[in-house]
T-cell receptor, first 112, second 110 residues
Framework: DAMVIQNPRYQVTQFGKPVTLSCSQT?????MYWYQQKSSQAPKLLFH???????NEADTPDNFQSRRPNTSFCFLDIRSPGLGDAAMYLC???????????FGPGTRLTVL | DAKTTQPNSMESNEEEPVHLPCNHS???????IHWYRQLPSQGPEYVIH???SNVNNRMASLAIAEDRKSSTLILHRATLRDAAVYYC???????????FGPGTRLSVLP
């Protein structure tokens, strides 16, 4: 089945140790998004790629970066994780910016 | 960007209809209204979206007020599986400003 896959589902890192989260899609969608969702809060958009064009939300900290080497894969890099970065990270895709978004199951990040 | 307001929580009995309201009084003429829901321990999933006219799909119906300042998501027969947080989101014509509000937590009672 076509889908959005996130690996790993659970990630533990240490304070200040860089970590990379992975997202892949078999939908061949143009747009890929990264959201951060903290406990009992709504998802918050960090950034998105439309093809190779990167769009950063204004309030996304510099500590968060992303790479999209090809259509299928997108990575979220957290350069120096702090305790406040512990959250669920959700990847989503859509055909275009106005189209339905398909979400992956998320990666839960724990920072020790 | 149009902000949305929704009740924090609602309850419904199983097999009864549910009307989930959303206010978006600052919506502009070209903003779309989207609804997503998030089941426990899952990523959000698309429910329905519309611009001006009421919309129906296999999951739900979307009723949009004539002045577009509010909308209602209608689940025709709630099931236990419909227990989730329901988010109403307004975006511009280019899909920008896709901001999740706090959402409505729907509980379905057997």
């Amino acid at each position: 089945d076509a889908m959005v896959i996130q690996n790993p589902r659970y990630q533990v890192t240490q304070f200040g140790k860089p970590v990379t989260l992975s997202c892949s899609q078999t939908l061949n969608h143009n747009v890929m998004y990264w959201y951060q969702q903290k406990s009992s809060q709504a998802p918050k958009l960090l950034f998105h790629y439309y093809d190779k064009d990167f769009n950063n939300e204004a309030d996304t900290p510099d500590n968060f970066q992303s790479r999209r080497p090809n259509t299928s894969f997108c990575f979220l890099d957290i350069r120096s994780p702090g305790l406040g970065d512990a959250a669920m990270y959700l990847c989503a895709t859509s055909r275009g910016l106005r189209d339905e978004q398909f979400f992956g199951p998320g990666t839960r990040l724990t920072v020790l | 960007d149009a902000k949305t307001t929704q009740p924090n929580s609602m309850e419904s009995n199983e097999e009864e209809p549910v009307h989930l309201p959303c206010n978006h009084s600052t919506i502009s003429g070209t903003d779309y209204i989207h609804w997503y829901r998030q089941l426990p321990s899952q990523g959000p999933e698309y429910v329905i979206h519309g611009l001006t006219s009421n919309v129906n799909n296999r999951m739900a119906s979307l009723a949009i007020a004539e002045d577009r300042k509010s909308s209602t998501l209608i689940l025709h027969r709630a099931t236990l599986r419909d227990a989730a947080v329901y988010y109403c989101i307004c975006t511009d014509n280019y899909g920008q400003n896709f901001v999740f509000g706090p959402g409505t937590r729907l509980s379905v009672l057997p």
